[in-house]
């Protein structure tokens, strides 16, 4: 509670109010976590309306101690600690209304019509309506330019363009809400949640981004020229932004469904196909999540808990709605772990589940720390640590587990290819986990007008990654709005660090175990060392700012994009050796 003007805060006080919260937020945690698991699992009226309540009572709280945290930030002789507390509670919240009467009501009412108009979305293949999900799988098929325009175009067309007053309206309100917690906007808010100056924290992203950008720049020109080869020139130039919608994906955020496309003569071809390999080998489901288990038992981690294996949901029930999307939960905050996922037998599902498994051991490893510790050292860290487990999936691994014959490990010869279809998702996706928050941040800040949202989108689809959409985009388009996490207002840096930071890890435990051979090639499967020292980190959760707990880890206190680059290395001196005498760039 926030003091009376005769009687000023004291150091006391700040810190009953964060034990209090502290209290309250865990205990609501649970209750929320068990309403929001029954809901995903069991789709039903009464599930979607308590979810809708506990949401809500989950936002008032949210708003409640980040108004008393702001209050309480300038109380003097706060330890450090404390004031770690305060900023975390601060920040605690993505999207913030102001107090003034009905600001809240208004907020909650648009970003609910917000998100329910991008649920609700349908884009059109052959003049025939087809939902979100079907067209997002139909952009990574096969179709002539002419359906896959006619895709991006209607999506981008129905979904974003109704969304643009409402979205204008939002940010006026969540602004004025983040001016009342004492940020200039809410872009400054959301920066402010990395140990750093939000300015700093900018400075940052741009300077690993100027590392990466080469790399980007190789595989940009590369996959320009097949697709020219492919379409000819009247559909994609030699020169020049590569048309949005021939990438595979709806956003051009990941290029691997064309990898077909792309890939090397002879190295093209791995030699092996895990999907098939799993099917040889008769696996099912809970087989590919034990041996998800058995990767991070290896590496010394305690098995995962009876109760896992009881209340995940591990493939899709036959008799009810459920949401798909896979999930990692820790509903006690302690040791009731689960995932949620509808497994298929296939290679992708088996990455899938090392990914989500990764944030289940993370979740395990901080469960000793205060509540609001219980967290990620950053956001990026968390989605990081599955990734890099992953990155462990190499063929010598598979050959460790019994999945694959030692005969068929591919040559170097393969390597290429190896990389390259890493490098069609993962390098892809660079630009465009950057853009999407400066795009943001800049709506934010003001410095982009409401008149200019579209105009300055498409200038920064160019600049960064260098396509151009199949169609003209008239004045009134919101093509941002087509693309989720906008609506949704999730924050997207994260996933650009993530990208980062998984190669980080995976080369500190590569040279922790003693790796000599190329990076793409190593796997830390059972290595012990490898396991305590990851622990270390991961035991941290939030407590310490992030750098330390990146250092913990490797060695480094600096995040870069070094690492990704170092394991990428081969594959742009033959990137380059294919670009020789063309204009790359655009
Ligand atoms: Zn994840």
């Not at 989950?58 to 930030?73: I, P, S, W």
């Not at 696996?283 to 991070?296: I, L, Q, T």
């Not at 622990?535 to 060695?555: C, R």
Request: glycine share 8%; with cysteine; proline share 5%.
């Amino acid at each position: 509670m926030a003091q009376s003007a005769t009687k000023p805060a004291t150091a006391a006080d700040v810190a009953r109010f964060v034990a209090a919260a502290e209290k309250e937020s865990l205990d609501f945690s649970v209750d929320n976590a068990r309403v929001a698991w029954i809901n995903a699992t069991y789709i039903t009226d009464d599930t979607d309306a308590l979810a809708a309540q506990y949401g809500a009572k989950g936002t008032e709280m949210a708003v409640r101690f980040a108004l008393d945290a702001a209050r309480y930030q300038t109380v003097a002789g706060v330890s450090s600690e404390l004031q770690r507390k305060l900023t975390i509670l601060r920040t605690g919240i993505t999207l913030p209304a102001p107090t003034t009467a009905g600001a809240a009501t208004e907020l909650n009412t648009i970003a609910t019509r917000l998100q329910s108009a991008y649920g609700k979305g349908r884009g059109t293949l052959g003049g025939k309506e087809i939902n979100g999900s079907d067209i997002e799988d139909e952009m990574g098929k096969t179709h002539t330019p002419a359906e896959y325009q006619e895709m991006w175009t209607s999506w981008h067309d129905r979904v974003g363009k109704l969304m643009k007053a409402d979205f204008v309206r939002e940010v006026e309100i969540a602004n004025a809400g983040a001016k009342e917690l004492g940020f200039p906007d809410v872009g400054a808010m959301w920066r402010s949640a990395y140990d750093m100056p939000p300015d700093d924290f900018a400075a940052l992203t741009e300077k690993i981004w100027q590392e990466v950008k080469p790399l980007y720049d190789s595989l940009h020109c590369y996959t320009r020229t097949k697709l020219n080869e492919k379409y000819g020139d009247a559909v994609q130039a030699k020169t020049g932004p590569i048309r949005a919608d021939l990438l595979g994906n709806m956003w051009a955020q990941e290029w691997g469904n064309i990898y077909p496309l792309v890939a090397p003569p002879g190295s093209g071809d791995l030699g092996y196909d895990i999907t098939e390999l799993l099917k040889a080998k008769n696996y099912d489901a809970v087989k590919m999540v034990k041996a998800g288990e058995a990767f991070d038992s290896s590496l010394g981690f305690a098995p995962l808990p009876a109760t896992f294996w009881d209340r995940s949901q591990i493939v899709k029930p036959r008799d009810r709605e459920v949401v798909c999307h896979a999930s990692a939960w820790d509903v006690d905050n302690k040791d009731d772990l689960r995932i949620k996922m509808c497994t298929k037998v296939n290679g992708d599902d088996f990455t899938t589940i090392h990914h989500e498994l990764g944030h289940n051991y993370y979740q395990r490893a901080y469960n000793g720390q205060d509540a609001l510790y219980l967290n990620g050292a950053n956001d990026g860290f968390h989605e990081a640590i599955g990734d890099f487990v992953a990155l462990s999936i190499t063929p010598q691994y598979l050959v460790d587990i019994g999945l694959l014959d030692k005969a068929k490990v591919p040559s170097a010869d393969k390597d290429i290819g190896l990389l390259l279809r890493q490098a069609m998702d993962k390098v892809a996706f660079l630009p465009f986990g950057l853009l999407i928050d400066r795009w943001r941040w800049n709506v934010f800040d003001g410095s982009i007008k409401p008149a200019d949202y579209n105009t300055a989108w498409t200038e920064m689809r160019l600049r960064y990654q260098g396509i151009a959409p199949p169609s003209e985009r008239g004045p009134d388009a919101f093509d941002p709005g087509a693309k989720y996490h906008v609506p949704g207002n999730v924050p997207y840096t994260r996933y650009f660090l993530a990208r980062v930071l998984q190669f980080q890890f995976y080369q500190a435990a590569c040279k922790l175990s003693g790796w000599k051979g190329p990076l793409h090639r190593c796997s830390f499967y059972g290595n012990k060392a490898v396991g305590e020292k990851l622990n270390a980190m991961l035991t941290l959760g939030a407590s310490k700012p992030w750098p330390d707990a990146l250092q913990q880890f490797t060695g480094s206190r600096e995040m870069s994009g070094k690492a990704l680059l170092a394991y990428f290395a081969p594959l742009k001196g033959w990137l380059d050796q294919q670009n020789k005498g063309k204009v790359c760039g655009w």
